[in-house]
């Protein structure tokens, strides 16, 4: 028999409209939340399949929360930048 491919799933960048604030963190679990200067939060994820993502984009729903956009992100490949990394880069 051949061995199967075990997918480690996609990471999703998600810009929602509204700002979210930590404590929201936790009820998401495993995933990173970045104020934007705009107002907005950006949040970034991994999700093993389709209807891990769909899970959690149910959650966003019922938090009645506005997705602006939804972008996967190529293994390696960042395209966010964190404000926080710049603060860190100036004070070191």
Do not use: C
């Not at 190529?74 to 603060?87: K, M």
């Amino acid at each position: 028999m051949g061995q199967k491919h075990v997918s480690q799933g996609s990471t999703y960048q998600i810009r929602l409209e509204e700002v979210l604030f930590h404590p929201i963190a936790a009820w998401f679990g495993d995933i990173t939340m970045i104020p934007q200067e705009n107002g907005g939060t950006l949040l970034i994820g991994q999700f093993a399949d389709q209807s891990a993502l769909r899970g959690f984009l149910d959650q966003v729903w019922n938090l009645n929360l506005t997705v602006v956009s939804l972008e996967r992100i190529e293994n390696g490949e960042q395209q966010y930048s964190d404000p926080r990394d710049a603060a860190q880069t100036e004070t070191a």
